[in-house]
């Protein structure tokens, strides 16, 4: 299934019924009076998280999404049948803006998480609703009211523990192809993965399993725009630790530099991202460059930030990596993430 992260929709609650006017003129009952049923209400538009879903793709060929109306009220005291509520499923992680304001409207990160996005609208009185002692014979009744419509752009932040950033071609998919069963497409070019990318990695150090998640390589004015990387940096987002994948083997720039590329664009696009806990890796130690080697650990120790030297190839340095994010999902959270 294609990757789709964004969606704009429009959204319509069912209209109420109209109440009705009617009286009864019924064999054996001597006195008529006012008989007329109230209207049904509107169904209601919701937003449900749903575990199962991991792309707005089938959001992509419908524009409307529009709940049933209820029905008008009838002779007889019948009230009008209620309109079916419509539930619009959609990944967890995802989050409504009202498209006009941009205001948030819901978010779900539960699954089966229910948000009203439109209240359907309620049935008019019948004519029997106004019968009193002084006023026995009304012809009065209500019309329903409108359902309510609103158009929303849907957005998808992937739910991951850990976020993989690093330029194109830093050995990200490689290492989520050798720590989980994901199977993102791997070559030696830049820019090989074009959507985001999540595994579970389960090991015997770890206590509990976690999500990671492959963003696609970042580059330098990618907050502005430039590459693939401000379509993608939404997903870092809920990201609780992020792992710097740098390049040990090849590079065109000092590998500091490269770090600081990386951390340039996170910052300019959310400045919490930088007050996450953070680790980086030196990868393709089986074929290490000294200089560059030495490069990034200078960069990590001015940064006090943990450094690990790892081979998704030869499996070198992977263990200790894993254990350290381990420890990093546990411990308490320094800071809140936001949602």
Known sequence: MVFLDEAVIAVQAGN??????????????????????NGGDGGSVWLVGDAGLNTLFHLRFSSLFRAERGRHGEGSNRTGRSGSDLEIRVPLGTVAFDFASGE??????????????????????????????????????????????????????????????????????????????????????PFTTLVPQLGVVASEVLEQPFVI??????????????????????????????VHLVDLATGEADAGDELATVEHELEQFDRSLLQRPRIVAGTKIDAVDPQRREQLRLAAHRRALPLFEISSATGAGLVPLVAALGRQLAAPRPVEVPR
């Open 16 to 37: 109420g019924g109209n109440g009705c006017v009617a009286f009864r003129r019924e064999k054996y009952v001597p006195r008529g009076g006012p008989s007329g049923g």
């Open 213 to 242: 998640a492959d963003l696609p390589g970042l580059i330098a004015g990618a907050a502005d725009g430039a590459g693939l990387g401000i379509r993608f940096l939404r997903h870092i987002e809920r990201c609780r630790v992020l």
């Open 104 to 189: 948030p409207v819901a978010e779900l990160v539960v699954d089966d998480e229910r948000r009203l996005l439109a209240q359907g609208g309620r049935g008019g009185r019948g004519n029997a609703s106004y019968a009193t002692s002084t006023r026995q014979a009304p012809r009065t009744s209500q019309p329903g009211t409108e359902g309510e419509a609103r158009k929303l752009r849907i957005e998808l932040k992937l739910l991951a523990d850990v976020g993989v950033v690093g330029l194109p071609n830093a050995g990200k998919s490689t290492l989520i192809s050798v720590l989980t069963a994901a199977r993102p497409k791997v070559a030696d070019y």
